[in-house]
């Protein structure tokens, strides 16, 4: 996944600081993916026409070592009523540190990944497509 990033970061072939890059692609931390998410449309509701065009997440990446739990425990929820599926990253205490490094980061606990059509997505939905993994499935790094 590593990899992916930094070849859809080489594509874009933008300007950007690597910083600003990533925070376009990606939605970090707890408060900022529960952010994202409540600004997203219910599954229900077809677009609001009264908000402002809105971010949409095509995947939750969540460590599954996180502690302790109830910083996530609205994640799950949140995720389903809005149709994003959720990835748990399960690497023997150490999934917080695995998200971390995707994003240049010490640790990180949850991170969405944007609707943005680029070479990441295309990534995720292979993870997603794949015949191990499916929504709500466990994701575990080697």
């Given at each position: 996944m590593?990899?992916?990033v930094?070849?859809?970061?080489?594509?874009?072939g933008n300007?950007?600081?690597?910083k600003?890059?990533?925070?376009?692609?990606?939605?970090?931390?707890?408060?900022?993916?529960t952010?994202?998410?409540?600004?997203?449309?219910?599954?229900?509701?077809?677009?609001?026409?009264?908000?402002?065009?809105?971010?949409?997440?095509?995947a939750?990446?969540?460590?599954?070592d996180?502690?302790?739990?109830?910083?996530?425990?609205?994640?799950?929820?949140?995720?389903?009523?809005?149709?994003?599926?959720?990835?748990?990253?399960k690497?023997?205490?150490r999934?917080?540190?695995?998200?971390?490094e995707l994003?240049?980061?010490?640790?990180a606990?949850?991170?969405?990944?944007?609707?943005?059509?680029?070479?990441?997505?295309?990534?995720?939905?292979?993870?997603l497509?794949?015949?191990e993994?499916n929504?709500g499935?466990?994701?575990?790094?080697?």
């Amino acid at each position: 996944m590593n990899r992916g990033v930094e070849s859809a970061r080489v594509l874009a072939g933008n300007s950007w600081p690597e910083k600003v890059w990533l925070k376009q692609q990606f939605a970090i931390g707890v408060n900022d993916v529960t952010r994202v998410l409540e600004r997203m449309p219910l599954s229900a509701e077809k677009g609001s026409s009264a908000q402002s065009p809105c971010v949409r997440l095509q995947a939750i990446l969540l460590a599954a070592d996180c502690n302790p739990k109830w910083l996530t425990k609205h994640l799950p929820t949140l995720a389903s009523t809005r149709k994003v599926p959720l990835i748990i990253v399960k690497d023997d205490k150490r999934g917080s540190l695995r998200l971390g490094e995707l994003v240049k980061l010490k640790t990180a606990i949850a991170i969405g990944v944007k609707a943005r059509g680029n070479a990441i997505n295309q990534i995720i939905e292979e993870i997603l497509d794949g015949d191990e993994v499916n929504q709500g499935a466990l994701l575990e790094v080697p």
